[in-house]
């Protein structure tokens, strides 16, 4: 069981990575993953496996759902622990035309947690 410490500490690394993606800024979205994290779109046609290095590239040269003037819609589905050092979050967002649906595998690692895999998927609205 995860103490309520973690729990805290996962809710601020999701809160900021919501942020991120609504602004598009690598800079808050990186020190959330950790150096090893994949980025994996499962959508039929647009499958993606990249590593932080090209996803980071991706949010830079995005514009931003804050700069198109869009409301910020996100919300944290479900959030469970695997014992000490594993998490797992389950996110809906909607941005850019499109709803998503977002898996982040969580560590505790080098003294905090981190986004060590994004899998998602979308749909256009």
Avoid at 12 to 31: H, M, N, R
Avoid at 60 to 87: C, K, V, Y
Avoid at 89 to 111: C, E, F, P, Q, V
Avoid at 115 to 122: A, L
Wanted: glycine letters at 4%; charged letters at 20%.
């Amino acid at each position: 069981m995860a103490s309520k410490q973690s729990f805290e500490q996962i809710m601020t690394v999701l809160e900021s990575y919501f942020e991120g993606l609504y602004q598009a800024d690598s800079d808050i979205l990186k020190p959330l993953f950790h150096a090893d994290a994949r980025y994996i779109n499962t959508v039929a046609g647009d499958y993606m496996n990249y590593s932080m290095i090209e996803y980071f590239t991706i949010v830079r040269d995005r514009r931003s759902p804050a700069t198109h003037g869009q409301l910020r819609e996100d919300h944290i589905i479900s959030l469970e622990f695997d014992g000490q050092n594993m998490g797992y979050a389950k996110l809906s967002m909607t941005m850019l035309g499109r709803k998503y649906l977002d898996y982040l595998t969580l560590i505790y690692s080098d003294n905090r947690w981190q986004i060590v895999s994004k899998v998602f998927s979308y749909k256009p609205i």
